[in-house]
């Protein structure tokens, strides 16, 4: 049990174009997920906590407006890279926890590429 | 606030060797800790959790890790080094006071294993 899927596991995009990535909770109703960037070589720094029905909290300097946070069921959350740059390239990584659980499970991780 | 420190960004160690990597942890409650492992372009694997109860935690590949309060510390062990456990490794850890509290990692280790 305790599965996380995430979509796609790469993408390719031009400069200017939005991207979305999606990950679901396959097997478990995840009311808060959980929106990671990594840097190579780096580790894992969060971007944005989303709960299901409300709006997405967004650590500092996380800019809202470029990365989108819908959750708009208890399996399913969006992140919507907007207008994206050679520097939105990135790993990025979703988790999902539910409630009475002590640990989120990982999504297997996006990988961006923006040309 | 929470903070985690792995001391040694890498690591090498010879087939068939300890292997142990270091964590320490900053809280000002009683936290909750995990080890993650990470191989080369997909998500993390959660290797064990400390929550409560018995501070020596056993998890899956032959991972052990013990909770030390006194040393704020939560070092990852496995008694003989296997090639496939070559990969980056996260320490994490949570505030179980609010529940789905996000987590906050370490910076990683990467681990070698010297055939």
């Known amino acids: 049990g305790a599965v996380v899927s995430q979509h796609p596991s790469r993408v390719i995009c031009k400069s200017g174009t939005s991207v979305k990535i999606e990950c679901r909770s396959l097997?478990?109703?995840?009311?808060?997920m959980f929106w990671y960037r990594q840097f190579p070589k780096q580790s894992l720094m969060l971007m944005a906590t989303s709960n299901e029905g409300s709006k997405a909290t967004y650590e500092q300097g996380v800019e809202k407006d470029k990365f989108l946070i819908n959750h708009a069921s208890l399996t399913l959350s969006t992140l919507t890279v907007t207008s994206a740059h050679p520097e939105d390239s990135s790993f990025y990584i979703c988790?999902?926890?539910?409630?009475?659980?002590?640990?989120?499970?990982f999504g297997q991780g996006t990988r961006l590429t923006v040309v | 606030a929470q903070s985690v420190t792995q001391l040694g960004s890498h690591v090498s160690v010879s087939e068939g060797a300890l292997v142990l990597l270091r964590c320490n942890y900053s809280?000002?409650?009683?936290?909750?800790l995990f080890w993650y492992v990470q191989y080369p372009n997909q998500g993390l694997q959660l290797l064990l959790k400390?929550?409560?109860?018995?501070?020596l935690v056993k998890g899956i590949n032959g991972f052990e890790a013990e909770f030390k309060k006194s040393e704020t510390s939560f070092h990852l062990t496995k008694p003989s080094a296997h090639m496939s456990d070559a990969a980056e490794y996260f320490c994490a850890v949570s505030d179980p006071r609010f529940g789905n509290e996000k987590l906050t990692f370490g910076t990683g280790t990467r681990l070698t294993i010297i055939p």
């Open positions: 097997d478990f109703q995840a009311t808060t």
């Open positions: 809280s000002s409650v009683p936290p909750y």
């Open positions: 400390y929550t409560t109860g018995a501070t």
């Open positions: 988790s999902a926890r539910s409630i009475g659980r002590t640990e989120a499970f």
